[in-house]
């Protein structure tokens, strides 16, 4: 498993549970933001990949496509595990040169398991 610093940024927001998200986080290497990742973040933005008002959900997708990660699980089914988004998401990131994650939901990602075994 793996988090990218926009996330440890994320959870170390908000309630009381910030601390506990951040003990996990700490065991996990963390991605780094580098300049392949903004770039994407902005043309997936510009291309209408991802709406201009959620640039930071571009920019998670970006840092996972530009280090190669396979899948991307996330709870947020408004502009990232949605299947009317992924198509325009893939093609963003093949464009740039990049495989893009599979992003799914957690459950999504279980039943994936499930099968296999």
Same mark, same amino acid.
Do not use: F, K
């Given at each position: 498993m793996?988090?990218s610093q926009l996330?440890?940024e *994320?959870?170390a927001h908000? @309630? &009381?549970? #910030?601390a ?5 986080? !700490? *065991?996990?290497?963390?991605l *780094?933001? +580098? *300049?392949r990742?903004?770039?994407?973040a902005r043309?997936m933005?510009?291309c209408?990949?991802?709406?201009a008002r959620?640039?930071?959900? !571009?920019?998670h997708? #970006?840092?996972a496509?530009?280090?190669g990660v396979e899948y991307?699980?996330t709870w +947020?089914?408004?502009h =990232?595990? +949605?299947v009317? =988004?992924?198509?325009? &998401?893939? #093609? ?6 990049c @495989? ?6 957690? /459950? /999504?990602l =279980?039943e994936?398991d +499930?099968? /296999?075994?």
């Amino acid at each position: 498993m793996l988090a990218s610093q926009l996330v440890a940024e *994320e959870a170390a927001h908000g @309630d &009381i549970g #910030a601390a506990a998200r951040l003990a996990v986080l !700490a *065991e996990l290497p963390l991605l *780094e933001t +580098n *300049e392949r990742a903004l770039a994407l973040a902005r043309t997936m933005v510009r291309c209408g990949a991802v709406p201009a008002r959620a640039p930071e959900d !571009a920019l998670h997708i #970006a840092v996972a496509a530009a280090h190669g990660v396979e899948y991307l699980v996330t709870w +947020n089914c408004r502009h =990232m595990a +949605n299947v009317t =988004m992924r198509g325009r &998401i893939g #093609a963003a990131c093949r464009a740039a040169g990049c @495989d893009p994650p599979a992003i799914c939901t957690p /459950e /999504e990602l =279980m039943e994936v398991d +499930n099968d /296999e075994g």
